[in-house]
């Protein structure tokens, strides 16, 4: 079966700034306050690490 867990993550910039980033996004994700593109509440982990790669990638410093 196709785990989940086996396909490689999005590539995240190897920063201070984006794992920073990375850091808040996870625990927003795990509080349940993290809301995707569309505005909806993420579920799943791989949504968040997504979104945190994307952002960090942009830089983009305001949250909402």
Known sequence: SMSEHGRH???????PKAKRKMHKVMREFKQGTLKSGGGGRVKKRKQ????AASEARKGRS???
């Open 48 to 51: 968040a690490v997504a979104i």
């Open 9 to 15: 993550m999005p590539p995240i910039p190897d920063s």
């Open 62 to 64: 305001n949250n909402g």
